[in-house]
Every structure is written in C-alpha cells, then in structure tokens.
C-alpha cells in the first residue's frame, strides 16, 4: 500500500462528487480529507520548485482564486496510479489523448488542469505533512 497527495483545484471543486466517485472506481481509500482556501505564501511554498517558471505567478493566482480539496489516498502503486488517472499536465493534450482522465473530463488548459498528484514517494510525504500535519488549526 501507498499514499499520495491528491488536490482537487479550485476549478474543479464542483466536481468534487465525480472525483470522489473515481476514486473510489479505481480501488483506492481516502485516508484523510479537507477542504481549504490556500493562501498565497501556503502556495509559493507548495510549489517553490516552480518560483522561477514564467508561469508562476498565473499559478499562483489561480490556486489561490477559491477552496481546494487536499486528499490523502492510499493504494496499491499509488502515486503513479493517480497520476494516470489524471492524465497530461496540459489539459488540452489530456483531452487529445483519451476522454477519459481526469484532467480531460474536468480540464481547461495548461495552469487550469482541475487536479494534483504527487510526483514522487518524497514529494507525497512532503504534500501529505503540508496539508495534514499541524497546517491550518491541525
Ligand atoms: P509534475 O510536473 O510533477 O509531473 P504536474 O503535472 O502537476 O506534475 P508541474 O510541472 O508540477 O505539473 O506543475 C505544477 C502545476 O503548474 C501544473 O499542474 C499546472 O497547474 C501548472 N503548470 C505547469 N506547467 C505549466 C505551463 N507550461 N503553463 C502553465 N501552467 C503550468
């Protein structure tokens, strides 16, 4: 078994019951679970391996533009088990690819893109405390 951070952005958060739904379609459990309005320092942070991109700032704009759904899942081969069920970064090229993942369901573009997974054992741990351990009146 596996763990691994999935956020449901703000765009997508009214799909909140879609993606619970295919989480669970896919055999994972949620371990923990919250809704959160992400401050911009909180995602400078989340993200600094991206503070140089020149898509930063529109990142940052856009996490911040309402509530995220932070979602602790746990699985076998989770992490890149989730990131498939998401699909391309870009949302447009997930869409090209198969209608079916996430990000081509609920998706718009290359920041807008409705879903997080973690990329790494290491990051998932990191996005796990960040959000669960003592973060936000924990
Ligand atoms: P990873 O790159 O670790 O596989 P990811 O698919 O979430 O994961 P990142 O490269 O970590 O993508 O980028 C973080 C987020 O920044 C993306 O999910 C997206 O919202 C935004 N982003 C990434 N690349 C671009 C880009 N070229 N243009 C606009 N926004 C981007």
Not at 9 to 32: C, H, M, Q, W
Not at 38 to 52: A, C, L, R
Not at 84 to 106: C, M, V, W, Y
Not at 113 to 136: Q, W
């Amino acid at each position: 078994q596996e763990r691994t951070l999935a956020i449901i952005k703000p765009d997508a958060v009214r799909y909140l019951g879609d993606v619970i739904s295919a989480v669970y379609e896919n055999g994972f459990t949620i371990a923990r679970m919250r809704m959160v309005q992400m401050s911009q320092n909180e995602v400078m942070y989340f993200y600094s391996e991206h503070k140089d991109k020149d898509f930063f700032n529109r990142l940052v704009e856009f996490m911040t533009s309402g509530p995220v759904v932070a979602i602790e899942l746990v699985g076998s081969d989770a992490i890149a088990k989730w990131r498939n069920i998401i699909g391309p970064t870009d949302s447009q090229k997930a869409k090209e690819q198969s209608s079916h993942s996430l990000r081509a369901r609920f998706g718009t573009d290359g920041t807008k893109n409705a879903l997080h997974g973690s990329s790494s054992s290491t990051d998932a741990s990191r996005e796990i405390s960040f959000f669960f351990d003592s973060k936000y009146g924990n």
